[in-house]
């Protein structure tokens, strides 16, 4: 084989490499922003309940009533 053609060759291989490499950094990466994001969005479920939990409890069955000089 060419020497010419060997390093073509073996520089392709070696940028095959490298972007299998970076292939498997960004999957990780994307697999650990899906994670973060359900947590997230879990917490914000826990926090809407809670928050319309309490606006419940704070609200009276006098908030329904017309005022008196109706």
Same mark, same amino acid.
């Given at each position: ?9 073996? @520089? $392709?291989?070696?940028? $095959?490499?490298?972007?299998?490499? *970076? ?9 650990? &922003? ?5 947590? $997230?969005?879990? &917490? *914000?479920?826990? *926090?809407? @309940?809670? *928050? ?9 069955? &006098? ?8």
């Amino acid at each position: 084989m060419d020497s010419a053609l060997e390093k073509r060759l073996a @520089d $392709l291989e070696s940028r $095959l490499a490298h972007h299998e490499r *970076m292939a498997e950094e960004m999957s990780d990466v994307i697999f650990a &922003q899906g994670q973060t994001i359900d947590r $997230l969005t879990a &917490q *914000m479920r826990r *926090m809407r @309940d809670r *928050m319309e939990a309490a606006e419940y409890a704070i609200a009276s069955p &006098q908030d329904d009533r017309p005022p008196p000089h109706y």
